[in-house]
């Protein structure tokens, strides 16, 4: 197994800002990672899912209201 410590240096208040970011070349822990990204996008994916499901119950009970107000203006 390979390790690789990049460190990078930047910043323009004169101070300069490091971070250290390690990359491996072990592949259980790309599966892990990997793995746990996927996750990650399920779960967002479902809150998205949910968001749109009840974007529409919002729009149908908005749609109910104003057939309901233009009934009893009709009447």
Known sequence: MFT???T???GDSGEPAEEETAVTTD???DAEAAAAAAAEAEAQAAEVAAAEA???EAAAAAAAAEAAVAEAQAA
Do not use: T
């Open 4 to 6: 690789l410590l990049l």
């Open 8 to 10: 990078v240096s930047c």
């Open 27 to 29: 592949p259980a822990a």
């Open 54 to 56: 009840a974007a529409e």
